[in-house]
């Protein structure tokens, strides 16, 4: 586990953020969130961590920790009105910090995959460690973001912003990067998702939230009946260690046409090479609107409780992951979360896009700023 260390040496900070969430979340007090969960429990021992909750005028709540600037809850009203919490997770610190996962996390400094755990830049290699089938780089490394303690930099109800100071050198990556993760939450049961970063040497940067989604709100279902709608005429195929070969491939006539909505699981385990590779959804969808956030990129719908998940994103790819690997792992109520209990929608650049020029670039340099948005905007059917 990292901590911030730039700023995690002034007590002054530590204690601003530990007073916000005392105030945001009531830590100091008996009074739980509406999902559910004890601020307290969010404590760590060193005083260092905390629980924020974020509300809107229309009773939705959202429940982050500054550890790995992660989404905790989400609680959305059902076609009913009734209030349920669609994102799996754990309901205290403990968890977080001893149970491996990228529940709900801001992942960096690269998410997804690098093939070999390695890039060139500039003309000059990087390594960095291969946690991923013992060949790959994923997510950012061994400890990446998403294990990492960030500060509070400003927090209200309605929106947070998470900062961290990632020095050069961190996971084998180049330049100091300095990194703002806000979440904003509105009235209209949307929540914005805004990345920034700054360097003060070239590197690569690719930054996601990996929630993991179930809008029945009872995560001991699957997600097979859920649909789902990907704005995408292609799609980045792999070899066998999931690492794109390359090629940008029209979806038509394969399993991966999602352009009209259709039922996760009626081709999840279709006779395909790139199902088996991935065990189920596992893959990357070339966006057909980079940068627009106006634009529809995706829409889950989970049939029972009516509750719809829209995603906007200026990114050009959406890595789309329906839990195949997930393991029985002990979340929030006790609840096991096994194989195909959720399903990520990933806004980010490709895989391995620092391996391969012919995708949308993931260099940032000095005097150069990245900025984007996702929006998580939720709604319900009949």
């Known amino acids: 586990m ?54 809107n005028a229309s009773g939705m709540e959202v429940c982050l920790t500054n550890f ?67 060949v790959n780089c994923l997510h950012g490394g061994k400890i ?66 990996h929630s993991y989604f179930n809008l029945s709100g009872n995560p001991a279902n699957d997600v097979l009946d859920f649909t789902l709608y990907i704005d995408a005429d292609n799609c980045t195929p792999t070899d066998r260690y999931q690492i794109p070969t390359g090629e940008i491939v029209p979806v038509e006539g394969t399993p991966f046409d999602f352009r009209e909505a259709k039922v996760l699981g009626d081709e999840i385990d279709a006779d395909n090479e790139q199902i088996r590779i991935g065990g189920g959804w596992d893959h990357n969808w070339v966006l057909n609107h980079p940068g627009d956030l106006l634009n529809l990129a995706a829409e889950c719908v989970c049939p029972e409780t009516g509750i719809v998940l829209d995603v906007y994103t200026q990114e050009p790819g959406l890595q789309v992951y329906s839990g195949n690997f997930l393991a029985g792992e002990k979340g929030k109520h006790g609840i096991a979360y096994n194989k195909r209990t959720a399903i990520c929608l990933e806004s980010q650049h490709y895989p391995d896009s620092p391996n391969h020029p012919e995708f949308p670039s993931t260099v940032l340099r000095p005097g150069e700023k ?8 939720f709604k319900t059917v009949e």
Do not use: Q
């Open 370 to 377: 990245y900025d984007t948005h996702t929006v998580f905007a």
């Open 2 to 55: 990292k901590h911030n260390e730039p700023d995690m040496k002034n007590p002054t900070k530590i204690a601003l953020s530990l007073a916000a969430a005392a105030t945001i979340a009531t830590s100091c007090g008996k009074e739980l969130t509406k999902s559910g969960l004890d601020p307290r429990n969010f404590v760590n021992e060193e005083g260092t961590t905390a629980l924020y909750t974020l509300k």
């Open 68 to 134: 790995g600037a992660r989404i905790v809850s989400i609680m959305v009203p059902d076609r009913n009105g009734e209030f349920r919490d669609v994102v799996l997770g754990f309901d205290n610190i403990d968890d977080y910090l001893t149970i491996p996962s990228n529940f709900g996390a801001t992942v960096g400094r690269y998410a997804n995959r690098i093939a070999g755990g390695r890039m060139v830049l500039d003309g000059k290699e990087y390594n960095f460690f291969k946690n991923n089938m013992g």
């Open 144 to 209: 990446g973001w998403d294990s990492t303690i960030f500060d509070v930099k400003e927090a209200d109800e309605r929106h947070i912003t998470f900062t961290l100071v990632s020095p050069d050198g961190d996971e084998g990556f180049p330049g100091t990067v300095e990194v703002a993760m806000t979440f904003t939450l509105r009235d209209d049961n949307s929540l914005d998702l805004h990345y920034e970063a700054v360097t003060d040497a070239p590197t690569v940067i690719n930054m996601t939230n």
